[in-house]
T-cell receptor, first 115, second 116 residues
């Protein structure tokens, strides 16, 4: 049990499809994050939510649309993606933002392939 | 902007031996946190160890320890008595103290192989 659960684990979608990634945490955290992990590149922070409010959008294209209905759930809605968007998408959560010693807990990721 | 560099894409070590993974970073800030994360084939990122920049004492967690050289902006990870389960990708990460900034800046990672 990781505490942070992501579904699905694997997703293959066409460029015209619309799909959603889901992240759920049962750790009582109030901050949640989406990261993108591409081959041979550092993990890139995409979005940050604190108490359901988006506090950071790291210049992510609009074809990625996050949603945070409550502090336990985070979604990433995908539409008209490009093949270069294929990557591992990691969700993370932490106790609060702005605290230096906050530890981020990660899910196991969704391996996305855009065809 | 901060950057994190891991100059060793791959490393290997014999079981029970010691290995050191290197990490350097660039920042103009004086206070920050540094982390080492492990990502096994299961893909989940797991925190291995963290270091507060204002603490001179190197952090240790069982077989894992760091050599933090603030002036040199170096943060290496030493794994002692390596075990087969230590095989994974290891990522060095930097966290800024700026309020509201949750950006963990990661290096590209080092793939560690443990040979039996």
């Amino acid at each position: 049990e990781t505490g942070v659960t992501q579904t699905p684990r694997h997703l293959v979608m066409g460029m015209t499809n619309k799909k959603s990634l889901k992240c759920e945490q049962h750790l009582g955290h109030n901050a949640m994050y989406w990261y993108k992990q591409s081959a041979k590149k550092p993990l890139e922070l995409m979005f940050v939510y604190n108490f359901k409010e988006q506090t950071e959008n790291n210049s992510v294209p609009s074809r990625f649309s996050p949603e945070c209905p409550n502090s336990s759930h985070l979604f990433l809605h995908l539409h008209t993606l490009q093949p270069e968007d294929s990557a591992l998408y990691l969700c993370a959560s932490s106790t609060q933002t702005g605290a230096l010693n906050t530890e981020a807990f990660f899910g196991q990721g969704t391996r996305l392939t855009v065809v | 902007a901060q950057t994190v560099t891991q100059s060793q894409p791959e490393m290997s070590v014999q079981e029970a031996e010691t290995v050191t993974l290197s990490c350097t970073y660039d920042t103009s800030e004086s206070d920050y946190y540094l982390f080492w994360y492990k990502q096994p084939p299961s893909r989940q990122m797991i925190l291995v160890i963290r270091q507060e920049a204002y603490k001179q004492q190197n952090a240790t967690e069982n077989r894992f320890s760091v050599n933090f050289q603030k002036a040199a902006k170096s943060f290496s990870l030493k794994i002692s008595d390596s075990q087969l389960g230590d095989a994974a990708m290891y990522f060095c990460a930097y966290r800024s103290p700026q309020g509201g900034s949750e950006k963990l800046v990661f290096g590209k990672g080092t793939k560690l192989t443990v040979n039996p």
